[in-house]
C-alpha cells in the first residue's frame, strides 16, 4: 500500500505560482504513474495532469497545458505540481493520487478509477 502525502499548498496572488509535492511512503513510487486533480467548492473533482512511471509521458488537462508541469522524482518518492500564472479559477484542494499503469489510450489518465491511492489533499487559494 501507498501513503501519499501533499505539501506546498497556501495562499499565492493571481500570476504568481506554487510548486505542490507529494511525498509517497509505503511503497516506491517509481511502481506507479502519477496524476493530480483538484476539487474547488461546490465543484466536481477534476483532472490536472498526469505522469508515466518513468517520467518520459506526462498528460494535462488542456485548461491547465503551459501553466502547470508535472514531475517527478523517484529517488527522493516524490512527484511534483509546478503552477505558474496562478488564476482565481485555481482556487482548490489538490490532490494526488497514484495509478499502477499508465493507462493506453493517455486520455484515459484524466479517470479518478485509473488511480488506486490517494492522498488527503492540500488547499491552494489564489487571491486576485
Known amino acids: 500500500q501507498v501513503q501519499l502525502v501533499e505539501l506546498g499548498g497556501g495562499l499565492a496572488q493571481a500570476g504568481g505560482s506554487l510548486r505542490l509535492s507529494c511525498a509517497a511512503s509505503?511503497?516506491?513510487?517509481?511502481?506507479?504513474?502519477m496524476g493530480w486533480f483538484r476539487q474547488a467548492p461546490g465543484k466536481e473533482r477534476e483532472f490536472v495532469a498526469a505522469?508515466?512511471?518513468?517520467?518520459?509521458?506526462?498528460y494535462y488537462a488542456d485548461s491547465m497545458k503551459g501553466r502547470f508541469t508535472i514531475s517527478r522524482d523517484n529517488a527522493k518518492n516524490t512527484a511534483y505540481l509546478q503552477m505558474y500564472s496562478l488564476k482565481p479559477e485555481d482556487t482548490a484542494v489538490y490532490y494526488c493520487?497514484?495509478?499502477?499503469?499508465?493507462?493506453?489510450?493517455?486520455?484515459?489518465?484524466?479517470?479518478?478509477?485509473?488511480?488506486?491511492?490517494w492522498g488527503q489533499g492540500t488547499q491552494v487559494t489564489v487571491s486576485s
Open positions: 493520487a497514484a495509478a499502477p499503469l499508465w493507462a493506453h489510450p493517455t486520455q484515459a489518465m484524466a479517470n479518478s478509477y485509473e488511480y488506486d491511492y
Open positions: 509505503g511503497r516506491a513510487l517509481s511502481n506507479y504513474a
Open positions: 505522469i508515466s512511471e518513468s517520467g518520459d509521458s506526462a
